[in-house]
């Protein structure tokens, strides 16, 4: 090696060890900094003394947090999403600021919290570097269900059935291929669904929609030429689906529980029908409300709520009859069914997507539909 070459060689491995000082150096700044702020956001919070969350479904949890900061009241409100939401509106009108973060269906959260302005962006908090760190998430990245990209954070990602499920005594599910098949005239007069303009079914109603090989032709045909009997009330669709007065139902959410009650319902694998199925992150979205009354406590709760900790605990106590889901990959999926686990391999159209969700086409075509289904009694 000749004189310049070794001048050049030296040159380098000391720029390269300047840079790796520098990147310790960062790096020790940083982690500096994100311990400093959260010890600071920990003191805050517990001086605030609780935290308000309107939470949909998965309450249980809450407990698991109370644990860990005894020092923040969790004082919650549950209900469904479209409940949660209209009260924080109406709370709102009333000059009452009241919740501090919102646990629900994105769709609510979109069509209602979202286009109502009343949100502050929920990406500024995330603060722990396992809740930063995309990598960590389904896909390697965080997602939101905006089109900002910052306001409606999705931490589920939950194969759907469609929400179709069917009583084992009248329905051979091996017959069923396609979404199209229960269109057969068989069926007619036999199925019990959710009001389709009712946000419950957001995210089938995204999925049917959106979807190239299903399309409003079959939202029109399904819900206004199978004679449908409609309903709002989840118990009694179960019900009578176990009863057999329906072979089929779309939107009963406690099906799996009456499966596990050795009750003749279960519900459709789709995921192996000709168009695949989907996944959504259902009722498993967080929103941060403006003018929150406790701001750091929200903060320290959504840090611990979307680590692995906090994610692990949502999967098991969220539903013992439903366990979610979440989005996070490096957690254990031992206590998730494996039919509410993504399964390599298959094809799954992704409704999370920002693109989708503006639900107010969707809910005009169901309007239409039940119009004209008013008109034909």
Known sequence: MGYGQKIKAASFVTSLALLLLLEMAFGRAA??????????????AKKEGQVAIYFYRYGRLLDAFQKEYPEIKVVSVTGRGSQ???RIIAERRADK???????GGANGAFNV??????????????LLPEVADESKWYGGEHRYADPDG???YAYLANPSDAQLSYNAKLVEPKTFNSHWDLLHPKWRGKIVSLDPRDTGLGATMQFLYYHPEIGPEFIRKFFGGMDITFSKNFPQMTDWLAKEKFAICMGCKDSQKANNQGLPVDDFDTGGW????????GGGSLSLLNRAPHPNAAKVFVNWFLSPRGQKALQQLGDPHDPPNSRRI???KDEVPPGNRMIEGRRYFDVVRPEFADMKPI????KEIMKANEQKR
């Open 31 to 44: 982690g500096a900094d994100w311990k400093a702020e959260w010890e600071k956001t920990l003191q805050a």
């Open 84 to 86: 949660l939401t209209t």
């Open 97 to 103: 600021y009241l919740a501090d973060l919102y646990s």
């Open 113 to 126: 919290l979202y286009k109502a302005k009343a949100l502050d962006p929920l990406k500024p908090l995330l």
């Open 150 to 152: 910052k306001y409606i």
């Open 274 to 281: 000709k168009e695949g199925g989907s996944f959504s992150t």
């Open 330 to 332: 490096d957690i254990s």
């Open 363 to 366: 809910f005009d075509l169901a």
